[in-house]
């Protein structure tokens, strides 16, 4: 179901809370909302279409990627850069890593690690950080 997006930045400012497998719900939503933005919007964070859970999803290519409790564990290349958000007006300069490893679960709920560099390393980290109540 494609959700409205949230742009309230009290709401968008709260910390996630972990997702379960009863929250896969959430990330079809996610899916059908970012294929709705796509011409101007390449990742969602859960908080984004009202809900308070570890949920991202990002354009992965033709596909999108659905990751359940993103954590990065390892990062380098740090680089200064400028990004928007489709919940918040304009843009604004943040940091970044070139190269970041993720440990996540799948839609299956099986842990994954995988590495990611260049500019979807960049749409992870900025849905990460709207897991974490960072607004860019």
Not at 69 to 88: D, F, H, R
Not at 89 to 98: A, S
């Amino acid at each position: 179901m494609i959700r409205e997006i949230i742009k309230d930045p009290l709401f968008l400012a709260r910390k996630s809370l972990p997702a379960t497998a009863l929250d896969l719900p959430v990330a079809r939503d996610l899916r059908d909302t970012l294929a709705a933005h796509r011409a101007g919007c390449v990742g969602m964070a859960a908080n984004m279409i009202g809900v308070l859970k570890r949920i991202i999803i990002f354009a992965d290519g033709l596909s999108a990627t659905v990751m359940l409790n993103p954590e990065i564990t390892k990062k380098t290349g740090p680089y200064e850069t400028e990004e928007g958000c489709l919940s918040l007006e304009g843009v604004r300069p943040t940091t970044r890593f070139q190269t970041i490893r993720v440990r996540y679960q799948d839609e299956s709920m099986r842990t994954q690690t995988k590495q990611y560099a260049g500019f979807a390393a960049q749409v992870i980290q900025h849905e990460i950080d709207h897991c974490d109540g960072i607004l860019i």
